[in-house]
Nanobody
Framework: QVQLVESGGGLVQVGDSLRLSCATS??????MAWFRQAPGKEREFVAS????????YYLDSVKGRFTISSDNTKNTVYLQMFTLKPEDTAVYYC??????????????????WGQGTQVTVSS
């Protein structure tokens, strides 16, 4: 059974840092990503990583503030978030894809999703 379990969300202040984790089990995936969805908004791509090649992609508004990484020995993907802003407030979802082609930010190409973890940045 495939599972993606996110953790690490919470309530923080503007400028704080937070690290999200996504532990996967049941299968090994080629690509992992983080998406987020704020209230009343559509889900948006945040970052992705190729677990074998290490290539990464980011939403422009998080470049330089967020870092996605993968620990393949632990089957865990991380999203390190620095200098958080109120507009980063959202439910963050982990997503996984297999295959050869890098799905980058195309949500429909991710096969499995986690349950989400809430990140709230208070001003």
């Amino acid at each position: 059974q495939v599972q993606l379990v996110e953790s690490g969300g919470g309530l923080v202040q503007v400028g704080d840092s937070l690290r999200l984790s996504c532990a996967t089990s049941g299968r090994t995936f080629s690509y992992m990503a983080w998406f987020r969805q704020a209230p009343g908004k559509e889900r948006e791509f945040v970052a992705s990583i190729s677990r074998y090649y290490g290539s990464t992609y980011y939403l422009d508004s998080v470049k330089g503030r967020f870092t996605i990484s993968s620990d393949n020995t632990k089957n865990t993907v991380y999203l390190q978030m620095f200098t958080l802003k109120p507009e980063d407030t959202a439910v963050y979802y982990c997503a996984a894809a297999s295959g050869f082609n890098n799905p980058r930010g195309e949500s429909k190409k991710y096969e499995y999703w986690g349950q989400g973890t809430q990140v709230t940045v208070s001003s």
